[in-house]
T-cell receptor, first 110, second 113 residues
Framework: DAKTTQPPSMDCAEGRAANLPCNHSTISGNEYVYWYRQIHSQGPQYIIHGLKNNETNEMASLIITEDRKSSTLILPHATLRDTAVYYCIVREDNTGKLIFGQGTTLQVKP | EAQVTQNPRYLITVTGKKLTVTCSQN?????MSWYRQDPGLGLRQIYYSMNVEVTDKGDVPEGYKVSRKEKRNFPLILESPSPNQTSLYFC????????????FGPGTRLTVL
């Protein structure tokens, strides 16, 4: 079972920031939080990851709470091409397995 | 261009007819993995490989075989496909099992009649 909980869907206006929440209350101290997205049945695409500090790259920012029990993925200026299913994943172990939950379907609207 | 390729992208076959879905990566990654995606069940890992000649079962290995004779290739073999193996299949790779980013292929949509 996935170790994360996400809302099933969200809407966002084009050009605005999209804030996608994720709860991972049972996360262990050495487990990373990863975000991937999947656009319409294409292969999932890596977005960003973090351990405890906030992270930013060219795609998004990741804000992790101090207790690490939740995090937020921020797409600063959402475009229509950001419409996708976003998965928040806590890496389980060193087998490399990613456990994908149901994710959040983000719909960016004009 | 760094990528994971899968072939075929689409396949319709009949029950019992052996098939192979190929997966190849050009990034010299040690770790490779196969997932299947079904509506309502998300992506589930079938098999993975830590390195050449090292493979192990994931969560749903029944009915599948894999091999890793060389680093770049990780074929998925269905010896006797059944309709419950109708699914969307993804191959993924990363530098190491603990690699921070996994690269996914474009997917293979398989229908078993």
């Amino acid at each position: 079972d996935a170790k994360t909980t996400q809302p099933p869907s969200m809407d966002c206006a084009e050009g605005r920031a999209a804030n996608l929440p994720c709860n991972h209350s049972t996360i262990s101290g050495n487990e990373y939080v990863y975000w991937y997205r999947q656009i319409h049945s294409q292969g999932p695409q890596y977005i960003i990851h973090g351990l405890k500090n906030n992270e930013t790259n060219e795609m998004a920012s990741l804000i992790i709470t101090e207790d690490r029990k939740s995090s937020t993925l921020i797409l600063p200026h959402a475009t229509l091409r950001d419409t996708a299913v976003y998965y928040c994943i806590v890496r389980e172990d060193n087998t490399g397995k990613l456990i994908f939950g149901q994710g959040t379907t983000l719909q960016v609207k004009p | 261009e760094a990528q994971v390729t899968q072939n075929p992208r689409y396949l319709i076959t009949v029950t019992g007819k052996k098939l192979t879905v190929t997966c190849s990566q050009n990034m010299n990654h040690e770790y490779m993995s196969w997932y299947r995606q079904d509506p309502g069940l998300g992506l589930r890992q079938i098999y993975y490989s830590m390195n050449v000649e090292v493979t192990d079962k994931g969560d749903v290995p029944e009915g599948y075989k894999v091999s890793r004779k060389e680093k770049r290739n990780f074929p998925l073999i269905l010896e006797s496909p059944s309709p419950n193996q109708t699914s969307l299949y993804f191959c993924a790779s990363s530098f190491l099992a603990g690699g921070l980013e996994q690269f996914f292929g474009p997917g293979t949509r398989l229908t078993v009649l």
